[in-house]
């Protein structure tokens, strides 16, 4: 079962615009995991936010979380054609060891 | 160079055939991970390994088998493959459970 649930599940956006992505999720967590996945390539980790942070940034990435609300959020700003990939959250609850993703946005970026 | 392998990166073969998958890593991670992605799925995991000898269960284990004798290398087999295996496989390593994950380009299997 999916513990992260992304929003909108595909965003087509000009470059230079600004992308956001929302991820909701079930129960406690420890850390939630953004990702990234090119076309026929493995995932790449992104950004890691712990439960007792609200927001980070990275370059042109700011990740957002609401443990209130069980959502984060990550933008990405000024996007680039680049950006084109799936983006994935993951959490990971207290309890267990392991990753568990949800469905994923596709990003598409045009130039 | 450093990083985490798979192979092969595509295979075609039939049901009722056993196949095996492989994975090596160059980071000495404890944690090695298996997984499985497929349309309106995201990934789901298969098995997971928390060091050598040691292999627990995720989500989607059955029809799998997976063994690690070595840190570096874990092993995914199909043992007798059916078309519901039919998938694109990653495997990824960390250094522990609640850290980021490495993962590999992935085996596109195909089972006919």
């Known amino acids: 079962s999916q513990q992260g649930e992304e929003d909108p599940q595909a965003l087509s956006i000009q470059e230079g615009e600004n992308a956001t992505m929302n991820c909701s999720y079930k129960?406690?967590?420890?850390?939630l995991q953004w990702y990234r996945q090119n076309s026929g390539r493995g995932l790449v980790h992104l950004i890691l936010?712990?439960?007792?942070?609200r927001e980070k940034h990275s370059g042109r990435l700011r990740v957002t979380l609401d443990t209130s609300k069980k959502s984060s959020s990550l933008l990405i700003t000024a996007s680039r054609a680049a950006d084109t990939a799936s983006y994935f959250c993951?959490?990971?609850?207290?309890?267990?060891?392991?990753?568990?993703f949800g469905t994923g946005t596709r990003l598409q970026v045009f130039p | 160079d450093a990083g985490i392998t798979q192979s092969p990166r595509y295979k075609i073969t039939e049901t009722g055939r056993q196949v095996t998958l492989m994975c090596h890593q160059t980071?000495?991670?404890?944690?090695m991970f298996w997984y499985r992605q497929d349309l309106g799925h995201g990934l789901r995991l298969i098995y997971y390994?928390?060091?050598?000898?040691?292999?627990d269960k995720g989500e989607v284990p059955d029809g799998y088998v997976v063994s690690r004798s070595k840190t570096e290398n874990f092993p995914l087999t199909l043992e007798s493959a059916t078309r519901s295996q039919t998938s694109v496989y990653f495997c990824?390593?960390?250094?522990?459970?609640?850290?980021?994950?490495?993962f590999g380009d992935g085996t596109r299997l195909s089972i006919l």
């Open positions: 990824a390593s960390s250094e522990s459970g609640f850290q980021p994950q490495h």
């Open positions: 129960t406690s967590i420890n850390n």
């Open positions: 936010i712990r439960s007792n942070e």
């Open positions: 993951a959490t990971v609850s207290y309890n267990t060891d392991k990753l568990i």
């Open positions: 980071w000495s991670h404890s944690y």
């Open positions: 390994s928390a060091a050598a000898d040691i292999t």
